[in-house]
């Protein structure tokens, strides 16, 4: 049974920062590209940034670029995101998501898969 659980939300203020993870049971994640996914209340899932396998490429979407970074860690089955110079249109309940993928690549067009509830950002102006 897979579980996935998403973590380190909460409220922070504009500028500030928030480190998420990922904690995985069920299925080595070595084998998957990972990605992270936000949803902001009335608005469609956007892909925020995914990792390929072997963390050898990362794509951001532009809206975050220079200021987030995923980062993955194999041997504890996690995925994080460090999130800096918050913004108030951050504010949204980010998840992890996974796809099989090839070495080298990730996309965040690809239809990944979801299982947690996601952890909730609030962004203070």
């Known amino acids: 049974q897979v579980q996935v659980t998403e973590s380190g939300g909460g409220l922070e203020q504009a500028g500030g920062s928030l480190r998420l993870s990922c904690t995985i049971s069920g299925f080595s994640i070595d084998d998957w590209a990972m990605a992270w996914f936000r949803q902001a209340p009335g608005k469609e899932r956007e892909g925020v940034t995914c990792?390929?396998?072997?963390?050898?490429?990362?794509v951001y979407v532009d809206s975050v670029k220079g200021r987030f970074t995923i980062s993955r860690d194999n041997a504890k089955n996690a995925l994080y995101l460090q999130m800096n110079s918050l913004k108030p249109e951050d504010t949204a309940v980010y998840f992890c998501a996974a796809i099989r993928g090839p070495i080298g690549l990730c996309r965040l067009d690809w239809s990944y898969r979801t299982w947690g509830q996601g952890t909730q950002v609030t962004v203070s102006s």
């Open positions: 990792i390929s396998r072997g963390a050898t490429a990362t």
